[in-house]
């Protein structure tokens, strides 16, 4: 049992939980105790951890795009589990533009209570330090909480376009270098960057056109605004199978089970790209370690439900945690891979 946020402390004594024994039964009885309250207390152990009293009224959960993309479908799922678990309110607050540096910065220099974390893609750790300067260091001033996803890119079309495979966008883009125009949701994320490499591939060049987020990028191709699009698959899989947007390529290694009749971009004859978008969970760095802890078995426990994983698997994400350690040595790894193609994007960005 613990307290709400509003109420006073209530001390449990763990012994008046347990029946009465005789005397001789003394250690017996503090291991029957132990087994009986281990249940009761370790929640609100838990819960003692979240903050009791934040600045507005509850923890506010950043994310660096804007409302109704996948990203802002995750962290509202998760916010109202949050909310629930931990006993205090959780609120989404959607911060995008500015190559999604407004919300990692605002993150960065919070105080480290736990009344502030940030869903965004981890893109904003290992590609945007290559694609502008930044007012905070994404190493120093942030905490590597969880992965929460991972998500597969798909390159898509309007129906007007006329492009029915990715051999067709590129054959376009080759005879007219100015004819075929790419959505960019968030500048220097992953989908930029899958977009980058398949002019790369195909030595061919395309009209970008940034946006807000995945959401708004999706919504213009859709409109026929423009023709093309690299998307994280949650963003535009309904429009897909409802025949509003054309596939073309999943930029992963193997197919989508969601779309089993949409080659690879391997399969498609453009090169062994995989890009493979990641939701994860971020903080203030200099966390206190009880919160960290406590932050981190909430979350795992809510990812494992299949309420909020079943949702988030319709719309092509992979749900996954790891530890916060497990976790920053696997933005070390991405962050040696990605940086040669994080280069050559931010060098396009200035031709």
Not at 33 to 40: N, Q, V
Not at 96 to 103: D, E, F, H, K
Not at 166 to 173: I, K, P, S, W
Request: hydrophobic share 45%.
């Amino acid at each position: 049992m613990s307290a709400g946020p509003d109420e006073a402390d209530v001390t449990i004594n763990p012994m008046s939980l347990c029946p009465e024994r005789p005397a001789v039964w003394w250690p017996v009885r503090i291991f029957q105790c132990a087994l009986l309250t281990t249940g009761l207390l370790l929640p609100a152990l838990s819960a003692a951890e979240a903050p009791r009293s934040c600045p507005g009224g509850g923890v506010r959960i950043v994310v660096p795009v804007a409302a109704g993309g996948p990203m802002d479908r995750l962290a509202r799922g998760l916010a109202e589990r949050l909310s629930s678990t931990r006993g205090v309110p959780h609120r989404v607050e959607n911060r995008s533009g500015g190559m999604t540096i407004p919300a990692w910065d605002a993150v960065a220099k919070s105080v480290p209570d736990g009344c502030t974390l940030l869903i965004a893609s981890t893109s904003g750790r290992t590609v945007l330090p290559f694609q502008a300067r930044l007012p905070y260091d994404p190493a120093r001033d942030l905490q590597a909480v969880t992965p929460l996803a991972d998500v597969p890119q798909l390159f898509v079309a309007h129906p007007a376009a006329r492009m029915s495979s990715l051999g067709d966008l590129v054959l376009r883009a080759r005879q007219d270098p100015s004819g075929v125009t790419m959505a960019i949701p968030s500048p220097g994320a992953l989908t930029h960057l899958a977009a980058v490499a398949l002019q790369r591939t195909a030595g061919i060049r395309l009209v970008e056109v940034p946006y807000r987020g995945g959401a708004p990028a999706a919504l213009a191709v859709r409109s026929g605004e423009v023709a093309a699009m690299s998307a994280d698959v949650g963003a535009v899989l309904p429009w897909v199978q409802a025949g509003e947007l054309v596939p073309l390529a999943t930029a992963s290694t193997r197919r989508l089970p969601q779309l089993p009749q949409v080659p690879t971009v391997a399969e498609a004859g453009f090169g062994d790209l995989e890009a493979i978008n990641v939701y994860a969970l971020f903080a203030p760095a200099n966390l206190p370690p009880a919160v960290l802890r406590a932050l981190h078995a909430q979350v795992e426990s809510a990812m494992r439900q299949p309420e909020m994983r079943q949702p988030l698997i319709a719309i092509g994400m992979v749900p996954r945690t790891a530890t916060p350690a497990a976790f920053a040595a696997e933005l070390a790894e991405q962050l040696r891979r990605i940086e040669p193609l994080a280069r050559e994007a931010s060098r396009l960005a200035w031709e």
